[in-house]
């Protein structure tokens, strides 16, 4: 049902022409629920109508449109391949062409094209068996009347017939007759509603194609329109739309960044003694990485602006001794340290590492977590509030409601992307002093190297600090994919590293068996495994243990009691058992690349040599192959991060939810990084003369910025 108030573009989508209530459900299964929506409702590809041919005059290798009736339907089974094949014969009074399938669904197509169905077919044409044949055309019932014995006379002269028709992908109860209506019938009331401001693109001294252009040339091509580019959805009418998004999600993070730069902070400047102490005592020496690291977060904290840092490091590349080492330029300063970590485990193996020092350099480290008796967590809270602690290590447990500081400082984020942006901000809240509200130095850290077009879109307001470079006499890990038919082979050469004294991870996706899926579990194989390896010990650690099971079990595992350690992967993050040579995970093809060399990361942490097995099953995907070969090519996470980020697109590689990952609309960044970069710069060119946006050119500027990204990004009071 329409109506006459004026389009905007958060205007309800059942307001528009041609909608109503009905249409609207079917939509908002497509997420569109706006006006502004549906002008991102884009096709996905069309079909070129600007000629059609007969079946007769078809021409061969080239794509083409022609109009005919289904005949029939007909399965076969080809001999040299074992693979089923569906062809359909079709007529349109002066031939038949023979369309065909190599995957397909038989009872879905029968039912949306049934017998004498007339359709419009377009695809590649080839000559086959006698046949003109199209294989895996686009495929739309042609709803006008039916064009006899071939006669195209009425269609092709007709001018809103000769048109690029759009695709758009669709649900049940939508029709591509439908959506085309709809967006016929509002599109120039939805131009009207676009917002944009012809600053945000730089002056070239060329021609700027105009947003309302963009989206009317892709949902309404000319007739001379190129077909690749827009099934490609690279043309310059594309690449505007991509720009806008950038652009606007850019401008947001940077001017969060200048905001936080003008909290007040703490100046943590001093000799350094802690440092130079703690120094001393170290086993190693720091790499050039680290150092590096070090040098940067000091300079950070010693700035007049509150530190925002991501640390990024492989795994094993001594992320958390550069954490711990900056955290006592805070100490000596006088400020409290919070260090937050996902789990539990991860927690207490933080925990334990820095106990040595508190007595070598006269610092007082605790633990709090959700395990943590009330008796302990009273004392601790108490001591706490008083400032006695320096270092308090936790999990979601720092964030409790009664947890207070007397002067935190410095907060450290380990795995920062598996806590939510909420729960981050609440303990940056933790930070108050009687003389006004200060920002606290923040250094988040990720063992999930991050790809740079990746962070430019999610941690664009951070500063970014690297660690490549892994600590002396660490080896590269051996990996080798392993197949069912040869795990005993696999269990040979686990035991001989067990009898040289070294210990191995059997990982598992389940904790116990399902009735649903045909995996392996930690809980049944445990068992096989112990007969298996039955001259030595064999424990079992997972999720749904209790705190202190599972610490009492890691604990034996890193005193060397036991020998084998059967998972879930509750070992994935930061587990550090340097003795441990051997990581088998099985059913590695159900794993993505990320997770896979997070696993491989709890090996390789000594000086021994250190293997990887890979058991893959044999129901495996192009896609599963392709990973597990990159996970025996290299043992760089930097080349791992890009090749699962282009895999996977960036919401699953990070995890949108938790990481903020904003939903884009068209734009890709692994296929749009130039136009990224392109965005950034022109964002930091405005930003640059206007930090604040309030010149009154820029205001529409900042209108559009926090309608899109205000929320998402905290920017209330930008």
Partial sequence: ?????????????????????YIAQLLEKKSVYT????????????????????????????????????????????RNRGRRLLE?????????????????????????????????FFGDVRYYSGSKTIAHPEMEIWEEQFIEEGDLSSADQKESFKKIYPFYSLTEGLYQKTIRSIIEKNLEDLLTAVEEESRSVRDSGQVQISLTQAFRYIHQPPEDADLDLLSLRVSAYHQRIIYDEFFYLQLGLLSKRYREAQNQTFLIVNEQKLYRKALGTLPFELTGDQKTAIEEIKNDLSSSRPMNRMLQGDVGSGKTMVAFLTALFAIESGFQVAFMVPTEILASQHFKNLLPYEESIGIRVELLTGSTSTKNRNRILTDLEQGNVDILIGTHALITPDVHFRDLGYIIIDEQHRFGVMQRAKLKNKTKFKDGEYSPHVLAMTATPIPRSLSMCVYGDLDLGIIKEMPKGRKPIKTKVFREKQRNKMYELIELQIQKGRQAYFVYPLVEESEKLDLKDATLMHQKLADVFKDFKVGLLH????????????????????????STT????????????????????????????????????????????????????????????????????????????????????????QSGMPDFRLAQIVRDSKLLKVAKTRA???????PELENSENSLMKKIMLERWGKRLDLSLV
């Fill in 1 to 21: 049902m329409a109506t006459n108030k004026k389009m905007s573009p958060t205007t309800p989508v059942q307001f528009l022409k041609g909608v109503g209530p």
């Fill in 35 to 78: 006006a502004w929506d549906v002008l991102f409702y884009l096709p996905i590809k069309y079909i070129d109508r600007r000629k059609l041919y007969t079946i007769k005059e078809l021409p061969i290798e080239k794509k083409q449109s022609f109009i005919a009736k289904i005949k029939s339907f007909n399965v076969k089974t080809l």
């Fill in 88 to 120: 359909i014969k079709v007529t349109d009074g002066t031939g038949t062409a023979t369309i065909s399938f190599f995957q397909f669904n038989e009872g879905y197509l029968r039912k949306k094209f049934p017998i004498d169905s007339q359709v419009l």
């Fill in 543 to 566: 999720g749904k243990m209790k705190a202190a099971e599972k610490e009492a079990i890691m604990g034996r595992f890193k005193q060397g009691e036991i020998h084998v350690l059967v």
């Fill in 570 to 657: 509750v070992v994935e993050v930061g587990v550090d058992v340097p003795n441990s040579t051997v990581m088998v995970i099985e059913h590695a093809e159900r794993f993505g690349l990320s997770q896979l060399h997070q696993l491989r990361g709890r090996v390789g942490r000594g000086s021994a040599n250190s293997f990887c097995f890979l058991m893959a099953g044999y129901a495996q995907s192009e896609e599963s192959r392709f990973r597990l070969k990159v996970m025996e090519d290299t043992n760089d996470g930097f080349v791992i991060a890009e090749e699962d980020l282009n895999l996977r697109g960036p919401g699953e590689f990070l995890g949108t939810k």
């Fill in 684 to 690: 930091q060119e405005i930003l640059r003369l206007d």
